[in-house]
């Protein structure tokens, strides 16, 4: 099995990119969103000579306002929805989106106050759409709820969980915490306007999604998407399928997910996350992981599943442990996954394997059964100053190299930190001074052999720690990084596009 764009050809194709999150383009509104600042940023990747745009996972955000806590993996995040694109659609006026309060930092995101402010205008949007005379408009809003029924259970757990002033759903009312279907068509009429306005949300999020991504496909930029191997407790997914995972009577996890202690963190990450019911997918013939790929591929060009050694085997972590040391490993479902979701979506399955920590044989072996490209992350070439597969001298061409990842510090803020001998190691290897580091680790990604080649923008811009989208194992300050239109410098889109065109990614 092969996965797409993997070419036999002497002059094999050699791809390069940028990883951002919406969240962190230009608007008015306190977040980035889906309408003018995306386009420019996708006019730049063009520009710049890319082909690639990598996201963080796009569903509803939950608990921390983390992407990989959401309540739905198939929903949409509707912080993302642009307020100017509602304008053009008619849904809203000039008027509506004239007051924007006074953000305390245009470089930060303030997500309670973004969601307050933006739930005013999705709500005069919705008001608007349920008198509107756009027959087009309503003709495709039948065809969206048509084509996903993932939205019947979503908005009604969404609906419920405002009802229930947004306590997890195994705190809600018994009747609707464990439903049969019966309960659900009940609570349903009875949350009516609730659930339809969150219908609406999720199919305005995928029409300006849709939009955007045709924008960058016209260009020929693909979107490579991201996905979390596990779900959020409070999550749609596991409320409206209980048997799909590892609970107890009360719908609580028994065993949740995590790693064990690693480069991030001394106690492991204990994610709580509920672990999978490995043997009730396989009854089903895994329809819920076909289902959720095939919905993830109808929004982006290619898919990275985070936590990729998770299919080989998982740390299952007792529930009440306050940390992850505790934990054992599992089987998991290995190849019977994927040769499922081989047989239903085709064999060139454009799945790239997060293959980082505690990586066996084993995963390697399955990574590269169905040809995943893996990933290799330069920070952690020079993390440890001895050989190590990091190193772009032990590259295959199979693979997706990194300078960082949304979970590393920038590549400045590294280099600040790095030992004497690790900043001695990167001079050496990359034949540089260090004072243009985040450049000069793009440079060595970009000549690597590597199939792709990505690194974060705020490498591009040289950017420092202040920067950093993520510190693993913390719960607050973190996803909230913004930049300004000044910051996307045209003399970096130049440099960019040389560099690429140097070493044939063009």
Not at 189 to 211: A, G, M, P
Not at 367 to 393: C, I, S, W
Not at 410 to 430: C, E, H, I, P, Q
Not at 431 to 442: A, E, K, P
Request: aromatic content about 14%; hydrophobic content about 35%.
């Amino acid at each position: 099995m092969r996965t797409k764009a993997v070419s036999d050809s002497p002059l094999k194709e050699r791809l390069s990119g940028i990883l951002v999150h919406p969240t962190s383009f230009p608007s008015p509104y306190g977040i980035g969103d889906l309408g003018q600042g995306a386009r420019d940023f996708i006019d730049f990747l063009e520009r710049a000579g890319q082909h690639l745009w990598q996201v963080l996972p796009l569903g509803p955000t939950g608990f921390g306002n983390s992407p990989y806590q959401s309540y739905s993996s198939f929903a949409g995040q509707p912080l993302l929805i642009s307020p100017d694109e509602l304008v053009k659609d008619g849904l809203l006026t000039q008027k509506d989106i004239k007051n924007i309060p006074h953000w305390d930092n245009e470089l930060r995101v303030d997500f309670d106050a973004v969601a307050e402010y933006k739930e005013t205008l999705f709500l005069k949007a919705y008001a608007n759409f349920t008198e509107t005379d756009d027959k087009e408009l309503t003709k495709e809003y039948r065809s969206f709820l048509r084509k996903n029924d993932w939205v019947k259970d979503y908005s009604l757990f969404m609906a419920c969980k405002k009802a229930h002033d947004g306590v997890n759903w195994q705190e809600w009312d018994k009747e609707i915490a464990r439903p049969t279907e019966a309960a659900k068509e009940k609570w349903t009429k009875k949350l009516k306007k609730e659930v339809d306005y969150y219908r609406f949300i999720q199919f305005i999020f995928f029409r300006q999604w849709n939009n955007l991504k045709n924008y960058a496909n016209n260009k020929e930029i693909e979107i490579i998407g991201d996905i979390p191997i596990f779900i959020s407790s409070d999550s749609s997914d596991v409320w409206a399928n209980p048997t799909l995972f590892q609970l107890d009577s009360k719908g609580y996890p028994t065993k949740v997910a995590g790693v064990p202690p690693d480069y991030f963190s001394a106690t492991g990450q204990l994610w709580g996350n509920p672990l999978y019911d490995w043997k009730e997918h396989k009854k089903t013939g895994y329809a819920w992981w076909i289902n959720r790929v095939k919905a993830q591929l109808t929004v982006t060009d290619y898919l990275r599943i985070d936590h990729f050694r998770g299919f080989e085997a998982y740390w299952a972590v007792p529930a009440k442990e306050e940390t992850a040391i505790n934990g054992k490993w599992i089987k998991g479902p290995g190849a019977d996954l994927f040769n499922a979701i081989a047989a239903a979506l085709g064999d060139d399955l454009p799945i790239i394997a997060e293959d980082l920590g505690v990586i066996t044989p084993e995963v390697e072996a399955l990574r590269d059964k169905f040809e995943f490209p893996g990933m290799k992350v330069l920070q952690f070439a020079y993390d440890d100053v001895n050989e190590n597969a990091f190193l772009p001298h032990h590259y295959p061409y199979n693979c997706v190299c990194y300078s960082g990842t949304h979970d590393n510090d920038t590549t400045v803020g590294w280099y600040k930190n790095a030992n004497n001998l690790s900043k001695d190691k990167v001079r050496r290897y990359m034949g540089c001074d260090g004072n243009n580091v985040s450049w000069d680790f793009l440079v060595t990604a970009w000549k690597s052999v590597a199939r792709m080649a990505i690194v974060p923008l705020q490498d591009v811009m040289r950017m420092d720690s202040d920067a950093r989208m993520n510190i693993p194992g913390t719960a607050e300050g973190n996803w909230v990084w913004r930049y300004n239109k000044e910051q996307l410098k045209e003399e970096d889109a130049i440099n960019l596009r040389l560099t690429t065109e140097l070493f044939g990614r063009c």
